[in-house]
Each structure stands twice: as structure tokens, then as C-alpha cells.
């Protein structure tokens, strides 16, 4: 079956020629012009991916996209006219995982929906990996910590499976952006520290003082060796 693209665009002189240019990729696509049309569409069918306008004639795309975070971690990419960084981080701070301004190449769209679709390949790691209290399972792609389940967004997921995999060392921001966002990725690399912080959240007791996941300053992240946690 064809991925099924869910487009939440007002203006039919966009909506329109993207849903084209999308079919023509190889994606199944339904247009919603509103959020109350979005939301119908979205509980008919839930969609492989959103793509999101943030201002639509009854309403803000980031509160259908908050709506969508409670239930589903489907991948959301936010279409806005406005470029302010304010603006790009406070919509993935709502789990958007991807931030693209108006005008844009409906090539580079559609090869960022690509992207966003092959997260989750494996890293080499196939079985459960296990640093202190916290398992992540790449299998059923699922994180606990202290037995206890962390409810992770998909990007959340594959950014922490990637350090879990190379605990111990430390994973350069450019080896992070390729591998978990796309070696293309046109965006800030402000898009990877709002999401290390929302795993700090998750996953750390001080988020002050991280005990699982460090800043090398200038150079990565890394989490922390399975040894180290053993030690205290």
C-alpha cells in the first residue's frame, strides 16, 4: 500500500499542486482545509504522516497538533510562512518533527517525507540494549525505565536508540543530524538540543545534572557506558 500523506493546507494554490506532486511520488493523499476537517480525517483514518499549516481559518495547526501528540507519535511535518526560530522550535516543542517555510520545493518536501519514513532502520543493535535502569528495545520500539514505560515520540525514539547504541562514546552533532534526521536536513541544528532536552525530561532525575545523557561541548552528546552505570 502507498503511504497516506494527510495535507492540513487552506490555500487550494498550495494544497492542490502538492497533492499532485505527492501522488505522482507515490503517496496516497487527503486534503483537509481546516482543523475541524483534520481532525474528522485524522480519527477516519489515521494517516503515515501529516503535513501541517499553522494558521488555518478556525484555528492553529500546533493545537491539532498537540491533539495528535496525546494519541499518536505519526510523524508531523508543520508548513508555515513564518521563519522565526521562536516559531520553528516552539512548534517541534509540540512533537512536530519536522518545520518548513513557505515558499518550498515540493522535490524537497517529498524527499524529507522520504527521510522521516525510513527513521527506525536498525543500527546494528538488534536486541534490547540496557544502560542502568533504562531498556530500549529496537524490536518493539519501546523504552522503560525502572520497569517503568517512556512514552517516546518517534524522532525522541530514534535519536535515543542511536546514543543507546553507541553508549560510552561520544556521537557527533553531524553524525546525529544524518543518521536521525536526514543528510540533507535544511533546518537548525537547534531542532537536535530541544530534542536531547525533552529525553532529559523523560529519562534524567535532575535534568540539571544529567546522570544518562552528557554535552560534549562543541563536539556531541553522549550517553552514559553501560560499566559507569554499573559502578554507582
Do not use: C
Not at 6 to 28: C, K
Not at 47 to 75: E, K, Q, W, Y
Not at 179 to 205: A, C, N
Request: proline share 6%.
Amino acid at each position: 500500500m502507498k503511504p497516506r500523506i494527510l495535507v492540513v493546507e487552506d490555500e487550494q494554490a498550495i494544497s492542490e499542486p502538492l497533492a499532485e506532486h505527492l501522488e505522482r511520488d507515490g503517496f496516497d493523499t487527503e486534503v483537509a482545509a481546516t482543523v475541524a476537517d483534520a481532525r474528522s480525517a485524522f480519527e477516519r483514518q489515521a494517516p503515515d504522516l501529516i503535513l501541517l499549516d499553522v494558521m488555518l481559518p478556525d484555528g492553529d495547526g500546533r493545537d491539532f497538533a498537540r491533539d495528535v501528540r496525546r494519541t499518536s507519535d505519526v510523524p508531523i511535518v508543520m508548513l508555515t510562512a513564518r521563519g522565526e526560530e521562536i516559531d520553528r522550535v516552539l512548534g517541534l516543542e509540540l512533537g512536530a518533527d519536522d518545520y518548513v517555510v513557505k515558499p518550498f520545493s515540493a522535490r524537497e518536501l517529498s524527499a524529507r517525507i522520504r527521510a522521516i519514513m525510513r527513521r527506525g532502520r536498525p543500527t546494528g543493535r538488534k536486541g534490547p540494549i540496557e544502560v542502568g535502569d533504562i531498556v530500549l528495545d529496537p524490536a518493539s520500539r519501546t523504552v522503560t525505565k525502572a520497569r517503568a514505560p517512556v512514552e517516546l515520540a518517534a524522532r525522541e525514539f530514534d535519536l535515543l536508540h542511536m546514543l543507546m547504541a553507541n553508549a560510552g562514546q561520544v556521537v557527533r552533532r553531524e553524525e546525529i543530524m544524518d543518521e536521525v534526521w536526514d543528510p540533507h536536513w535544511f533546518g537548525p541544528t537547534k531542532t537536535l538540543d530541544v530534542h536531547i532536552s525533552w529525553l532529559r525530561k523523560k529519562l534524567e532525575d535532575d535534568t540539571a545534572n544529567p546522570r544518562y545523557i552528557s554535552t560534549v561541548r562543541g563536539v556531541g552528546f553522549r550517553f552514559l557506558a553501560p560499566d559507569e552505570a554499573n559502578a554507582t
